[in-house]
């Protein structure tokens, strides 16, 4: 049985009176051009800076850390002193994203939002607190952070900052997002 047929008349007249006079709608039937496809083929790439930062990250990417002791990070065209700056306490972060009670893709969309974030801000040290717990975030977030160009370096955080549970970062500003006076 379809659903018009369980609908009464007086139903029908019901839902007339109450809706009014009604046009039918005509179908479009214009084809696609050439500039509509590139349209679509737009529409389907990244919207926000968000997600296309999160096109970094891959979780197949196994970068060469070092295993012993703490967990660090120097660009190869920055000074690898850096690292040791980040470890002694040199740089205070601007920022500060706690990842306890998110999800390798929940963690890994916040990243890049904050990576965002530090360009706008002019944010040049950020905290990332990823916490112990099973060690999955404490060896993803690392792997993610090699992978961005905006990352110069990073250093297991000082123990005011989050110690093992935690990661300095230092991040590369661009001028685009400098207003000049």
């Known amino acids: 049985m379809k659903f018009k047929d369980i609908i009464s008349k007086q139903e029908k007249q019901l839902f007339k009176d109450a809706i009014g006079k009604v046009k039918p709608?005509?179908?479009?039937?214009?084809?696609p051009s050439k500039k509509a496809i590139h349209a679509k083929t737009i529409a389907n790439q990244p919207k926000n800076a968000k997600q296309q930062a999160s096109f970094y990250f891959s979780d197949?990417?196994?970068?060469?850390?070092?295993?012993?002791?703490?967990?660090?990070y120097v660009r190869d065209d920055a000074n690898s002193f850096e690292a040791k700056n980040l470890r002694r306490g040199v740089y205070a972060p601007?920022?500060?994203?706690?990842?306890h009670g998110l999800d390798q893709n929940q963690a890994k969309q916040e990243i890049a939002a904050l990576l965002y974030a530090c360009q706008k801000e002019h944010a040049q040290c950020v905290c990332i607190?990823?916490?112990?717990g099973g060690r999955i975030l404490?060896?993803?977030v690392p792997h993610w952070l090699v992978q961005h160009p905006d990352v110069i370096a990073?250093?297991?955080a000082p123990l005011e900052w989050g110690g093992n549970g935690a990661l300095l970062v230092l991040i590369d500003l661009h001028d685009k997002f400098n207003l000049k006076d």
């Not at 709608?25 to 084809?31: A, L, S, T």
């Not at 990417?61 to 002791?69: A, C, I, S």
């Not at 601007?94 to 990842?99: A, P, Q, R, S, Y």
């Open 94 to 99: 601007d920022l500060i994203l706690d990842l």
């Open 138 to 140: 404490k060896t993803k």
């Open 154 to 156: 990073f250093h297991q």
């Open 129 to 132: 607190v990823h916490g112990l």
């Open 60 to 72: 197949e990417f196994e970068p060469n850390l070092n295993t012993q002791g703490p967990t660090k």
């Open 25 to 31: 709608m005509v179908q479009d039937k214009i084809p």
